[in-house]
C-alpha cells in the first residue's frame, strides 16, 4: 500500500529503512569526537572542547577537523577557531552580509572539564562595529572560569 502524502520514500518498507539508518547513522555520530588514537576513554579522563554559535573549531594540534564537540587528551592543546558575525552585528549597511574572523587558542585541558570557544560583538559609537569590539574567548563551562589569556587576537582581514 502506498502512501500518497507526497514523501520521497511513500512505501512502508523503504520508510522503515530509512528510519532504522538514519537512526544507526546518528548514534553512530552522537557524541565528542576524540582526537587521539586508541580506544575511546572515560569522560573523566579527557577533556571536551567546542565551539559556540558561530564559532566553529577547524584545528586541533595541527590537525584539521570537522564536528561540533572534540575529545582531548589532558595537556597542552593549540585550537584554531573560524568566528562568523553576521552583518547586522557589524552596521545596518552590512545587513545581509557575514565577516569571518580567526584566531587560535593555546590552553591545558584538564581531565573531566568542558572547555568552548566564544564570541561576542559589542557597538561602538554611532552603532558600528570596529575590529576593536569584536571579543573572543576561551571558557571553561565546568568552572565558569573565562581563560582570557588563552585565546588570541582575532584576524578579521582588511
Not at 594540534?61 to 573560524?82: I, Q, R, S
Amino acid at each position: 500500500m502506498l502512501c500518497r502524502c507526497g514523501l520521497a520514500f511513500a512505501h512502508p518498507a523503504r520508510s522503515a529503512a530509512l528510519v532504522g539508518f538514519t537512526a544507526a547513522l546518528l548514534v553512530g555520530c552522537a557524541g565528542p569526537t576524540p582526537t587521539y588514537p586508541g580506544p575511546r576513554k572515560a569522560p573523566s579522563e579527557v577533556a571536551i572542547v567546542s565551539g559556540d554559535v558561530k564559532v566553529k573549531i577547524i584545528k586541533i594540534d595541527g590537525t584539521k577537523v570537522n564536528g561540533g564537540a572534540f575529545e582531548v587528551l589532558p595537556g597542552e592543546h593549540h585550537v584554531d577557531v573560524k568566528i562568523t558575525f553576521l552583518g547586522e552585528e557589524i552596521s545596518s549597511y552590512h545587513k545581509g552580509k557575514r565577516k569571518t574572523c580567526y584566531a587560535d587558542a593555546k590552553f591545558i585541558a584538564d581531565p573531566g572539564q568542558k572547555y568552548r570557544a566564544m564570541r561576542s560583538s559589542k557597538r561602538g559609537k554611532g552603532g558600528y562595529l570596529s575590529t576593536q569590539k569584536y571579543d573572543a574567548w576561551l571558557q571553561n563551562i565546568t568552572t565558569g572560569e573565562r581563560l582570557d589569556d588563552a585565546m588570541s587576537e582575532m584576524n578579521c582581514g582588511v
